[in-house]
């Protein structure tokens, strides 16, 4: 009975000392959520741009209409800025999703300026 006691609360030492760095782990994978939606607005960004020559600040206005809500639902997508040669997107955590508690990525974004694009706020938040 010693021994399972024993046993028990060793488990649970290396559980509460486990459950932190897995919870980050989790939040780390449920990123490339965002990153994909990001991804495929800056195709659907570079085929408007290539169809019309200027960037939209509409997700409506691109080709298949991409969705306001990231693949898994975790974050919302926007247009934060637009002036035709330059825009900025951003994926932000949904209300209510997990990602909510992510501090270090609390908006991800992408800059694309005439076909060139720059991740941010960190490469971290890309998983990089």
């Keep these: ?3 399972m006691a024993v046993a028990a609360a ?3 030492i290396l559980v509460t000392l486990a459950w932190p760095s897995h919870q980050d782990q989790l939040m780390r994978a449920r990123r490339l959520d965002a990153v994909a939606a990001l991804t495929r607005l800056q195709f659907a960004q570079e085929r408007h741009r290539e169809r019309t020559g200027r960037y939209t600040p509409e997700l409506a206005a691109l ?3 991409p969705q306001a809500r990231s ?3 975790l974050y919302e997508l926007s247009v934060l800025d637009s002036d035709g040669g330059s825009v900025t997107l951003s994926a932000r955590p949904g209300s209510g999703s997990p990602q909510a508690a992510d501090r270090e990525c609390a908006q991800i974004t992408l800059r ?3 076909g060139l694009a720059d991740a941010g706020p960190n490469q971290r938040c890309w998983n990089r």
């Design 10 to 12: 060793i488990t649970g």
């Design 1 to 3: 009975m010693v021994e």
């Design 71 to 73: 693949p898994e639902g």
């Design 112 to 114: 694309l300026n005439q």
């Design 63 to 65: 080709t298949g209409s």
